[in-house]
């Protein structure tokens, strides 16, 4: 072997592989096999036995003792039949493994082939790639062999249950939980994506529509222990509908993804559930996301680089929210510039209706003109226009539902899908006439008002139901469904043509973004967040799907905790966003108006932002677990400078400083403007006291 570096470390990685092959052996009271098929490196190992079931384990970091058991034997990949029997045990028959090298790197490929007594053939492929250690790609693929169609009513992959694990280095809570989760799934009550595992903790977490108006979402859950995650996803470019069970059981968490084919296998017919993957990882639920973002980037989906612009700080004139004037805003205009602000935002209530997307005469009495007088006038105070609108939507009573209902989406009895926060009905993103039409709606924005960004909003366009709309000839209900991200590109592209400096903001209101649709924005939001917790796991949680130099925005921080909170957008490295009003607000109560007190605040956060652009620095989302490590913590390196951003209620203690380079650092409290000593990386801690928030920034001596 030539024994260069590089082949050194690829044979260290395939001794350390080769070394966990075959190593495990079942649990007590299980079949004992001399050789078991596996594949795995240090991180993640999976083996099988002779009827394919499986199990996970992993190597002990203290080296040279027992593995970790992370969960016992089980039938993980299952069908259940329209009879209602659920084949679990296949005979294993074949077994195949060979290196293989692609769209993601050298790697390895193990191949299972098995029968079961149904007379159903199974093959399961499991590939593990270096550049991705601890994450195994998983497809499975049944086969007919009998002479008699079988119904299928559902297949479940990855269905184990992740145990608890008790150690000196994690010993069982004394209260809490064990575990701390990540969900992708959107709900109507627009719960937390990170929480705590507690006793009767359960989700399906449907891929589908969960309401009416609310579905989609990333198609991954992960549950962590202080030592150990175990996540489960799909890897298909296309939204799958899918469930994805995240389920608190005796021993620890039962997990697994699952569909609902509906379909018949005739004889000699195969059926392939979608690609699945299993990941184990170190601290939160951060390195699998990522981890699924660049895979999902080889794969054709990524999200695009943000332009200048995107990284600029957001008024919007939300403050006003429906009554708002073109006077108020033009009032407003002067201390929007003055605070330092880059965007003016023209939100909700300009339009007639949704659907026609009209000015509003008695606002704009001049239609059109009026709109782009209005752009004109934000460009004169050197700010920039952005225009609020929520496509794929259309009330009662607009001209485009009463001259175009062959747009609408239809359920399989015939009925339109309501979109019910607008009051109005879905347009199905899948057929060509909607899709034109709301082309038609950008170059009208973006060409003849000339605003310079368009804030794409609405908790509906996160996913849409399957169109049973005979007029659009969809070849499978599920067009309309998979044709969604296809629909926002076109918005995407037809902007880009117009401007090709255009922010594209996708606000889908408080649901569990959707990977799919991030090829077509280069801006997204907190998207209506209910506490500063979820600005701060939304951010971490996007910054992974979007990398560490997103153009990910707190949204209006009149929404964060005290109605004040920047902290929790400029510690994480997020744009800030504001609605305030100035000079009056007409509104009795609710107001937002700037008061002197309140606009001393503004201005001195909005001028650190401004200063420090942390949201163009690299998010190092690994270094801190936001569930179990106190205080919470997230840090940004920019420029050789490191920015750490501690939240808790009120801490008083040490605080261990993590991912300083070797050297000395200058600690400094950039809010107060205080020294606060220096310390020696690595291993540096700094006994810490403050409430709410602190943001440091470490600067090399």
């Given at each position: 072997m030539n024994d260069t570096p590089t082949s050194r470390r690829?044979?260290?990685?395939?001794?350390?592989?080769?070394?966990?092959?075959?190593?495990?052996?079942?649990?007590?009271g299980e079949p004992i096999e001399a050789t078991l098929p596996g594949l795995g490196d240090p991180a993640l190992h999976i083996s099988f036995d002779s009827s394919l079931r499986s199990r996970l384990s992993r190597q002990s970091p203290q080296g040279g003792e027992p593995e970790i058991v992370l969960s016992n034997w089980a039938a993980t990949e299952t069908l259940l039949l329209g009879t209602g029997e659920r084949v679990a045990l296949f005979a294993l028959g074949q077994t195949t493994r060979k290196r293989i090298d692609g769209l993601h790197g050298p790697g390895h490929q193990l191949t299972l082939v098995g029968k079961s007594s149904a007379g159903i053939e199974k093959t399961v492929s499991v590939a593990l790639f270096t550049r991705y250690p601890g994450f195994l790609f998983l497809n499975v693929t049944y086969r007919n062999l009998s002479d008699q169609p079988i119904a299928l009513s559902d297949w479940r992959n990855a269905d184990r249950e992740f145990l608890t694990l008790t150690s000196p280095d994690q010993p069982a809570p004394a209260g809490g939980s064990a575990f701390w989760s990540y969900c992708g799934s959107s709900h109507q009550d627009r719960r937390d994506w990170v929480q705590p595992v507690t006793p009767g903790f359960e989700q399906d977490n449907f891929m589908g529509m969960n309401a009416s108006d609310y579905g989609g979402g990333i198609p991954i859950?992960?549950?962590?222990?202080?030592?150990?995650?175990?996540?489960?996803?799909?890897l298909e470019t296309r939204p799958q509908l899918v469930s994805l069970p995240l389920i608190a059981s005796t021993h620890g968490i039962r997990m697994a993804i699952a569909g609902q084919p509906g379909?018949?296998?005739?004889?000699?017919?195969?059926?392939?559930?979608?690609?699945?993957?299993?990941?184990?990882?170190?601290?939160?639920?951060?390195?699998?996301?990522?981890?699924?973002?660049?895979?999902?980037?080889?794969?054709?989906?990524?999200?695009?680089?943000?332009?200048?612009?995107?990284?600029?700080?957001?008024?919007?004139?939300?403050?006003?929210?429906?009554?708002?004037?073109?006077?108020?805003?033009?009032?407003?205009?002067?201390k929007v510039k003055d605070l330092g602000l880059g965007w003016a935002v023209i939100d909700d209530g300009w339009q007639d209706n949704v659907g026609d997307w009209k000015p509003d005469r008695v606002k704009f009495p001049g239609g059109g003109p009026d709109m782009r007088h209005l752009a004109d006038s934000i460009r004169a105070e050197s700010l920039k226009p952005r225009l609020w609108v929520a496509p794929l939507a259309a009330a009662p009573g607009s001209d485009l539902l009463h001259d175009h209902t062959d747009m609408l989406l239809l359920d399989a009895d015939g009925a339109p899908q309501l979109v019910s926060w607008w009051n109005s009905f879905y347009l199905c993103p899948a057929y060509h006439k909607t899709v034109e039409y709301s082309k038609g709606l950008v170059r009208r924005m973006l060409g003849e008002w000339r605003f310079a960004g368009l804030k794409i909003d609405g908790q509906h366009l996160n996913a849409v139901a399957p169109c049973y709309n005979p007029a659009h000839h969809h070849a499978r209900p599920e067009e309309s469904v998979e044709g969604l991200q296809d629909f926002f590109r076109a918005l995407y592209d037809t902007a880009r043509g117009i401007d090709p400096e255009v922010v594209m903001e996708l606000c889908p209101c408080g649901t569990?973004?959707?990977?799919?649709?991030?090829?077509?924005?280069?801006?997204?939001?907190?998207?209506?967040?209910?506490?500063?917790?979820?600005?701060?796991?939304?951010?971490?949680?996007?910054?992974?799907?979007?990398?560490?130099?997103?153009?990910?925005?707190?949204?209006?921080?009149?929404?964060?905790?005290?109605?004040d909170d920047f902290a929790s957008t400029v510690g994480i490295g997020a744009v800030v966003s504001t609605k305030f009003t100035w000079p009056v607000d007409p509104k009795p109560k609710d107001s937002f108006l700037l008061t002197p007190d309140r606009e001393k605040l503004w201005?001195?956060?909005?001028?650190?932002?401004?200063?420090?652009?942390?949201?163009?620095?690299?998010?190092?989302?690994?270094?801190?677990d936001i569930g179990f490590d106190k205080p919470e913590t997230h840090v940004i390196e920019k420029s050789g400078?490191?920015?750490?951003?501690?939240?808790?209620?009120?801490?008083?203690?040490?605080?261990?400083?993590?991912?300083?380079?070797?050297?000395?650092?200058?600690?400094?409290?950039?809010?107060?403007?205080?020294?606060?000593?220096e310390v020696q990386a690595p291993g540096a801690v700094m006994p810490l006291e403050f409430e709410r928030f602190l943001v440091i920034e470490a600067i090399p001596v």
């Open positions: 690829e044979f260290l990685q395939l001794v350390a592989s080769a070394a966990l092959i075959g190593s495990a052996t079942p649990s007590a859950v992960d549950a962590w222990q202080r030592s150990v995650g175990l996540a489960v996803g799909h379909t018949q296998l005739q004889p000699g017919e195969a059926f392939a559930t979608p690609e699945c993957f299993i990941a184990a990882h170190s601290g939160d639920h951060f390195a699998t996301v990522d981890a699924y973002r660049r895979i999902m980037a080889e794969r054709g989906l990524a999200a695009p680089t943000p332009p200048p612009g995107a990284y600029e700080p957001v008024w919007c004139a939300w403050g006003y929210e429906r009554a708002c004037t073109p006077d108020l805003i033009l009032r407003t205009l002067p569990g973004d959707s990977l799919f649709n991030f090829a077509s924005m280069n801006q997204t939001p907190a998207a209506d967040p209910e506490s500063s917790w979820q600005v701060r796991l939304k951010g971490k949680t996007l910054k992974a799907l979007l990398g560490p130099g997103a153009a990910f925005a707190g949204d209006h921080v009149e929404l964060s905790d005290g109605h201005r001195r956060w909005i001028a650190l932002y401004n200063e420090r652009q942390l949201p163009k620095g690299k998010y190092l989302g690994g270094l801190y400078r490191f920015h750490y951003a501690l939240y808790a209620r009120s801490w008083r203690g040490p605080v261990n400083l993590r991912g300083l380079a070797a050297g000395r650092y200058r600690l400094r409290d950039y809010f107060h403007d205080r020294d606060l000593g």
